[in-house]
């Protein structure tokens, strides 16, 4: 945990009962904005060497624009918060 700091993008949860099971509902686009201001300035804190970030959402809230899984996933580029930016498939999708 020293070398490691864990954020959500959105800081809200949705869920929908299904079953006996919560079904996790993704965040609006209106959402995603409203929460930027905060995600931005914990990274600006923060200031990631690697920042990983696990799905669309986490993606969208860091680039600040919606981009298709299949042309970022895997790959490192630069954006405004880490030299190192990683996307990756949230583990809820797998």
């Not at 914990?42 to 993606?59: D, M, S, W, Y």
Request: glycine share 6%; aromatic share 8%; charged share 25%.
């Amino acid at each position: 945990r020293e070398e490691l700091y864990l954020t959500n993008a959105v800081k809200g949860f949705k869920w929908l009962p299904k079953k006996h099971m919560r079904w996790h509902k993704g965040a609006s686009l209106s959402e995603v904005a409203t929460c930027r201001p905060w995600l931005k300035q914990e990274l600006e804190l923060v200031k990631p060497e690697i920042l990983v970030c696990l799905g669309r959402t986490a993606a969208h809230s860091v680039l600040g624009k919606m981009v298709k899984m299949g042309d970022v996933r895997g790959k490192f580029f630069e954006t405004q918060f880490a030299k190192k930016t990683i996307i990756l498939p949230h583990p809820a999708s797998i």
